[in-house]
C-alpha cells in the first residue's frame, strides 16, 4: 500500500478506489491467516464544505474529511467487528485482530454469517451518483447570503432569519467479503436552505425550506428557496388554536413521506424479528387502502435512495412493495430473513427510492384540489415531537397548519395534537395528491387520512 496509490484519487478524494482495494484485500488476507472461517471489510472516505450565514454576515465554515476501515471476522457463527482511521499496515492487522478476538468470546448465533453467495450482485449498474461540487467557501457564502436575502425582502413582515446555509459533499467506498462480493462507488449529495422568521412580538412564525440533489446544477435556485420559505412563514402570522374535534386530516407531501416511513419500519424485519411492530404477519394482507400501491426501484438514476447492492453486497432489485393495498414484501437483511426463515429483500440499509401512488389521482389533483377533497377540517404542514409507537401504532403528535373549510383555507393554527392509529390511518387514506414531492428517498405528494383526532383548546 504505498503512498503512490493515492496520487490517483479523484473527485477531491484523497484515496483512490486501488488504495480502498489494497487495504481491504490486507485485512480479509489477515483474517483468514488468524484462521477466520468468513471476513468482510469496507474502507471509506467522506469530504465536504458546510457554510452557514446569519442576518447578511458569515456565520460558519466547516470543512469535513474523514476516513475509516471497518473489519467484520466470522470465527464459525461467531462475529467481531472492529474499526480504525489509521491505514498503515501495523494498524489494519491490529484492528483485524481486535476483530478476531471479539468473535472468539461472542456467543454463537445460529443465523448469523455472510449473505449467501446465490445472493450477492453479479452486476453493478452504473446509477450516476457521482457529482462533485467545486465550489469555494466564498462561493458557498455568496449562495447562503443570496438565499437568505431573498426570503428577507420577500415581505416587510419577514423581520429575522435563523440562517441559511450551504452544503456540499461527497464520499466513497469499495467493499468486499469472502463470499464473493467485490464493490463500491462514489456519492454526493449538496444542498441549499434558509430559515426566515415572519412577525413581531407575540406573533412571531418560522418556517424553513431547502432543496437537496446529487449534483449542484439540479438544486432550485438560492432565490426561489428563499422565496418559498418566506411565504410558509407568512402563512403561519395570526395562527389560533382550534376546539377539540375529529375530523378528515391533510398531510402536506414532505409530512406524507413519514407515513410511508412509518410503513417501512413496521415492515423492516429488525421490528418484525423482534415482534416490535403494529404490521406482524401482514404479508399477503391489506395494510393500506386498496387504491393504494408503493414502488421500490434501486436503480433510478440520481435517485437519493440508489444503490447497485445493499450494504451487505446483496443485489437490489425493482419490486412492488404493496399493491392494491396488500402487503407484497418486507424489507429484509440477510440476519433478519434468516431470523424469519425468509430470504433477503437486498435492504440491509434501508429501503430505495419508494413511490406511493394512488388508482384514484389525476393529474389536475394539485394541492387546491386536496383542499377541496378535504372540504371541512385540518392542513397539516409542520410536525412535532416523536409521538409514535410503533409496536401498538398509537399515534400523537404536536402539529400547526390550516383550517380548512368548504374546501379553502380559512386561517393558520398551532398548538394543537392530532392522534389516531397508524393502522386505521393507512387504511383511512382517501385520496394522494398529484403534488407529488421527494423527501429523503421517499416520493408521495400529499395524502388525504379520512378522520383523526384533534385536540386544540
Known amino acids: 500500500m504505498s503512498s503512490t496509490s493515492t496520487s490517483r484519487a479523484e473527485g477531491g478524494f484523497a484515496y483512490s478506489r ?69 491505514f498503515s499496515e501495523g494498524a489494519i492487522k491490529q484492528t483485524v485482530q481486535a476483530a478476531y478476538d471479539i468473535a472468539r468470546f461472542t456467543a454463537e448465533d445460529p443465523v448469523g454469517g455472510l449473505p449467501d453467495e446465490e445472493d450477492i450482485v453479479r452486476e453493478q449498474p452504473e446509477l450516476d451518483l457521482f457529482h462533485p461540487w467545486a465550489i469555494t467557501s466564498e462561493e458557498a457564502a455568496r449562495l447562503a447570503l443570496e438565499c437568505e436575502a431573498a426570503a428577507l425582502s420577500t415581505d416587510k413582515r419577514i423581520t429575522n432569519s435563523e440562517g441559511a446555509g450551504v452544503s456540499a459533499q461527497q464520499s466513497h467506498f469499495f467493499s468486499a467479503h469472502t463470499h464473493g462480493f467485490r464493490g463500491g462507488y462514489a456519492s454526493s449529495r449538496h444542498s441549499i436552505s434558509v430559515a426566515p422568521i415572519a412577525g413581531r412580538g407575540d ?58 416511513g412509518s410503513l417501512v419500519q413496521a415492515t423492516s424485519g429488525g421490528a418484525l424479528y423482534r415482534k416490535s411492530s403494529f404490521l406482524l404477519d401482514s404479508l399477503g394482507k391489506k395494510v393500506l387502502a386498496d387504491h393504494i400501491s408503493v414502488d421500490e426501484d434501486p436503480h433510478v438514476r440520481r435517485g437519493k435512495g440508489s444503490a447497485p447492492f445493499d450494504d451487505e453486497g446483496v443485489a437490489t432489485k425493482a419490486r412492488k412493495i404493496v399493491d392494491g393495498g396488500r402487503l407484497e414484501g418486507y424489507f429484509l437483511s440477510t440476519y433478519s430473513a434468516r431470523k424469519l426463515g425468509m430470504k433477503t429483500t437486498g435492504n440491509a440499509g434501508g429501503s430505495h ?11 389536475q389533483d394539485d394541492l387546491d384540489a386536496m383542499l377541496e377533497k378535504l372540504g371541512t377540517g385540518l392542513f397539516v404542514i409542520e410536525l412535532m415531537g416523536q409521538g409514535v409507537n410503533y409496536v401498538t401504532g398509537d399515534y400523537s403528535r ?48 400529499s395524502i388525504l387520512i379520512n378522520r383523526m383526532k384533534v385536540a386544540g383548546s
Open 203 to 260: 406573533d412571531m412564525q418560522r418556517d424553513a425550506w431547502y432543496s437537496s440533489m446529487r449534483s449542484a446544477g439540479e438544486l432550485a435556485s438560492p432565490q426561489a428557496v428563499g422565496r418559498y420559505a418566506a411565504e410558509r412563514a407568512l402563512s403561519r402570522l395570526k395562527s389560533r388554536k382550534i376546539k377539540t374535534t375529529e375530523c378528515p386530516v391533510l398531510f402536506e407531501s414532505p409530512l406524507a413521506a413519514g407515513l410511508l
Open 353 to 363: 427510492n419508494l413511490v406511493l401512488h394512488s388508482s384514484r389521482t389525476r393529474p
Open 398 to 445: 404536536g402539529c400547526s397548519g390550516f383550517w380548512v373549510e368548504k374546501g379553502r383555507i380559512a386561517f393558520p393554527v398551532q398548538e394543537i395534537t392530532i392522534a389516531g392509529n397508524l393502522k386505521d390511518m393507512l387504511l383511512g387514506i382517501e385520496a394522494v395528491g398529484a403534488d407529488a414531492y421527494t423527501f429523503g428517498a421517499k416520493t408521495t405528494g
Open 18 to 86: 486501488s488504495y480502498f482495494e489494497n487495504l481491504v484485500d490486507t485485512a480479509l488476507a489477515h483474517a483468514k491467516k488468524l484462521g477466520a472461517t468468513d471476513a468482510g471489510a469496507e474502507a471509506s472516505e467522506g469530504c465536504g464544505l458546510s457554510v452557514s450565514v446569519r442576518k447578511g454576515e458569515l456565520e460558519n465554515v466547516e470543512r469535513n474529511r474523514d476516513k475509516s476501515l471497518g473489519v467484520t471476522v466470522y470465527v464459525g457463527q461467531r462475529r467481531g467487528n472492529a474499526s480504525t482511521s489509521d
